[in-house]
């Protein structure tokens, strides 16, 4: 099938994602809301919306809210398809059950992506791009199936068939348990002394991104998945009371420091790398630039013309000082072609690492 017109019931980051991502797509997008105020700015941002039905309704909403207008969307289009987005599989299901909605004419999908930020303000039309999105398609009619896909196609990202349960597992592990550990890392800042925090470097920053999440978002969340997250948190807390238990002992400190660290290395090492590959590790290369205006967009220009590509970036900079780090991640023969180019050029680039 071709999706010509989609319906989407919740204008928040992730549904005017969607929409903003299918209406660059020459997709006609129809934003709705209980908000009228933030439905009216998602609508503004994906463009006017034709008249007529859509082939597909998405339920972008919070999970709370998607009983109460399950109804009401299949009796204003019953030969729509429809999917949800929801962070949990199996509360969803349950509910279209319950619903007038056919289950077989429901497909429970996820989207691997998001930012700390919410609402349709925040939404970007790239927020898919190449991230994984689950589809849960046991017992859904083909065309439903095919709908999501092409979905997941047209937002550029890649779809992965897994059932409910195993989902809610799965995320527990991968995205529930990093946001509770990371939030409880982030509340023991709140009484440190603020001299303290003014020596924190990208470790810090990088290691606590989450915890400015949502808080009623992920309190739902939480709650809906409970069951599935407990286990992990229990493994979490014994190996927690593992290494405290080696710091309390002077004589295997250091062996027990050792040990974690290096099963950390070898748990993260097991995240796949860019577009579902193999994890890589790049080679560093090190860029100091003038703090002035296009300094960075030059050095992209120049990275096109030594024809390397950037797999990543971080830019260190200090207020009021007048140059800034740029570490470029590439592999380790792109990283020796740019190092020399730059050279060459007169920047100011230190050797690969």
Excluded at 62 to 72: D, E, F, I, R, T
Excluded at 168 to 175: E, G, N, P, T
Excluded at 207 to 220: F, G, N
Excluded at 328 to 337: G, N, R, V, Y
């Amino acid at each position: 099938m071709t999706i010509k017109k989609v319906r989407v019931i919740g204008s928040g980051l992730i549904g005017t994602s969607i929409g903003l991502g299918l209406a660059a797509k020459k997709i006609s997008v129809e934003m709705v809301d209980i908000d009228t105020k933030a439905q009216k700015l998602a609508q503004d941002l994906v463009g006017a919306s034709v008249d007529g039905k859509s082939d597909l309704t998405i339920f972008a909403l919070p999970s709370s809210a998607l009983k109460s207008v399950l109804n009401a969307e299949f009796e204003l289009n019953p030969e729509s398809k429809f999917i949800d987005i929801g962070s949990v599989k199996t509360k969803p299901v349950l509910e279209v059950q319950e619903s007038s909605i056919p289950v077989f004419r429901f497909c429970p999908t996820h989207p691997m992506a998001g930012r700390e930020v919410g609402g349709a303000e925040s939404a970007r039309g790239d927020l898919f791009e190449g991230r994984p999105w689950i589809l849960s398609t046991k017992g859904v009619d083909e065309d439903v199936v095919e709908a999501a896909k092409e979905l997941v196609e047209l937002l550029g990202a890649k779809a992965f068939n897994v059932e409910t349960g195993e989902h809610d597992r799965a995320v527990a592990l991968i995205s529930h348990l990093p946001q509770l550990v990371v939030s409880l890392l982030a509340k023991q800042l709140t009484s440190a002394e603020a001299t303290w925090l003014e020596l924190s470097g990208a470790g810090l920053r990088d290691s606590t991104r989450i915890a400015e999440s949502d808080p009623q978002l992920w309190s739902e969340i939480i709650s809906l998945n409970r069951e599935e997250i407990l286990p992990f948190l229990k493994i979490f807390s014994d190996d927690l009371q593992a290494i405290i238990g080696d710091l309390e002992d002077p004589g295997a400190v250091k062996s027990g420091a050792e040990k974690l660290i290096a099963q950390g290395n070898a748990g993260r090492s097991r995240i796949p790398g860019k577009h579902g590959g193999v994890a890589r590790n790049y080679t560093l290369l090190p860029v100091v630039i003038e703090d002035k205006p296009g300094q960075l967009g030059l050095l992209f220009n120049e990275c096109a013309n030594a024809k390397v590509n950037i797999e990543d970036l971080t830019i260190e900079h200090t207020p009021g000082q007048f140059t800034g780090l740029i570490t470029l991640s590439l592999s380790s023969s792109d990283a020796k072609t740019l190092h020399k180019h730059l050279l060459e050029c007169g920047w100011n680039v230190h050797s690969p690492r």
